[in-house]
């Protein structure tokens, strides 16, 4: 697994780098959205969490869940375009997994996607992901995580 | 970065008109609109946080009893009372203007910058994590922030003066309500500038001046007084219906049986230790504890700080809270130990009962 200054960036994950946020294309077709360790990181220990409900359906960079973190209130941005097919209930009870484990049981949402193929050319993968979140971490003074 | 902010006063306003207020600015933030300072004030609102649940906190029944308007914040953090007695100060910013991306270094930073306002008025301020500001122990405001990409939305208040007995009849805290016992334990944890200042009290104008430079200082910029534009107004209009409807209001809310009391109380060989807490069952926090009792502690505020410490945590983490608090300080206690304290945390956590019969909200 790659990791950029002490953060975890698994190079098999889609990533939007501005918003913070990776995308998993499951075998059913669906889309598992979270938020990366980076944004774990900047954010501190999250204590709430609400999800947009299932079968709501979400435009691309538009919030598809609420999350606070040392009284900041924030979206989690989806990087793609679907539906709400699933949320979390594992993080509506204990919202801290989003930090213990942000790429497994920590996820934010699954999405049934309305165009994957398509919108997920914008969305950075392995190597060119890395490089993103190093100048990103450059540019925001990020020590490490 | 342009040092030309906006300085903007939006006066006394009703909950839903502020927290409208709150979410058009940060939405014109985040479409381009200059960095803002918004001075308001508060008619009397009972204001929960973005995540929380109108009956879990407020006393729903009294406060139409006595026309105190209900709204959800966009912000974090705990439910409040507020009236004429507080001003509110945000700051609407790109965050970017800062140089660090890490969310409670922002916060920390900006409540240095408000404590340097009250200390300039004469009033020994300081921060306290995670989010309060306050005078020898005693909280004198409370911060809490949004954000939407760029778009950072940052506030808090400021006690000019404040009805320690209404607090305690809007909020639903842990302690018996408006028993001589419960006033007296708030004061001793809330304090206003007028009890810090007595008859130098500033004016609410006052405390906005001294704010503006303390921010202008600490933020190297200029402020220059403006207005709304039109298309803030536009989304004003559009959300003050919205954020005083049910639907906003009660979006979050969650049966009151989720929240418990907790409480226990112990002979130590130090004394006797008094814990009363509430408890979120499903998320397993603490939400809010105090703890008295008539031990011996020096200084007087660490139990206060101690309480400040262990809000809203996790309860698996008490333990190594209460460790933690007590290595990084110089507290002194005659025979009273951070075990027994500990002890009679987890005895409260033993007794939670749910509370089915209490009324519930709605």
């Known amino acids: 697994m790659a990791s950029v200054r002490g953060c975890n960036i698994p190079e098999d994950l889609s990533y939007n780098v501005d918003n913070n946020v990776w995308a998993r294309r499951e075998a059913d077709g669906t889309v598992t959205v979270g938020l990366t360790a980076y944004a774990c990181s900047l954010a501190g220990e999250i204590v709430a969490y609400t999800p947009k409900k299932a079968g709501k359906d979400i435009a691309k960079d538009k919030s598809c869940a609420t999350v606070e973190s040392g009284k900041w209130v924030g979206p989690v941005k989806t990087p793609v375009t679907g539906s709400v097919v699933a949320i979390n209930d594992a993080v509506a009870s204990k919202p801290g997994l989003i930090n213990k484990d942000p790429y497994g049981e920590g996820w934010v949402v699954k999405m049934k996607p309305s165009d994957w193929d398509g919108e997920s050319k914008s969305l950075k993968a392995g190597g060119d992901a890395v490089s993103a979140f190093e100048a990103k971490m450059d540019s925001e003074g990020f020590k490490g995580c | ?362």
């Open chain 2, 1 to 362: 970065m342009s040092r030309a902010w906006r300085l903007i006063d939006t006066g006394m306003r009703s909950a839903a008109e502020n927290m409208a207020l709150d979410r058009a600015l940060l939405e014109s933030c985040q479409a381009g609109a200059p960095n803002t300072l918004r001075f308001l004030r508060f008619e009397p609102s009972a204001l929960i946080g973005f995540h929380q649940s109108v009956s879990q906190e407020l006393d729903l029944d009294y406060c139409r009893r006595e026309g105190i308007a209900i709204s959800r914040r966009i912000t974090g953090g705990g439910a409040l009372y507020c009236d004429q007695g507080q001003i509110g100060w945000e700051l609407f910013v790109d965050r970017r203007t800062f140089a660090t991306a890490d969310m409670l270094a922002i916060a920390r930073q900006v409540c240095g910058i408000a404590v340097e306002g009250l200390r300039s008025l004469g009033v020994d301020a300081a921060f306290r994590p995670r989010n309060d500001i306050e005078v020898a122990g005693r909280k004198i405001g409370g911060t809490g922030g949004a954000f939407d990409g760029n778009a950072l939305l940052y506030q808090g208040t400021v006690l000019i003066d404040f009805d320690v007995e209404r607090m305690l009849r809007v909020l639903r805290i842990p302690q018996e309500k408006l028993s001589d016992k419960a006033i007296a334990s708030a004061r001793e944890r809330i304090t206003t500038l007028r009890a810090c200042l007595s008859e130098d009290t500033p004016s609410a104008a006052s405390v906005q001046a001294v704010f503006a430079k303390a921010f202008t200082q600490g933020l190297g910029i200029d402020l220059e007084p403006g207005d709304l534009s039109a298309a803030e107004r536009d989304l004003y209009a559009r959300y003050r219906i919205e954020m005083g409807s049910d639907d906003w209001v009660f979006e979050t809310d969650r049966p009151r049986l989720e929240v418990a009391t907790a409480s226990a109380m112990r002979k130590t060989t130090g004394g006797l230790v008094r814990v009363m807490a509430t408890v979120d069952t499903v998320r397993e926090r603490l939400k809010q504890v105090f703890i008295t009792g008539d031990f011996f502690i020096n200084p007087r505020r660490a139990i206060v700080d101690l309480e400040a410490a262990l809000r809203d945590l996790a309860l698996e983490k008490i333990d190594e809270t209460v460790d933690a608090f007590f290595q990084g300080r110089a507290v002194e206690m005659l025979l009273l130990t951070p075990k027994d304290l500990k002890t009679v945390l987890h005895e409260a956590l033993r007794s939670v009962e749910p509370q089915g019969h209490e009324r519930v909200g709605v």
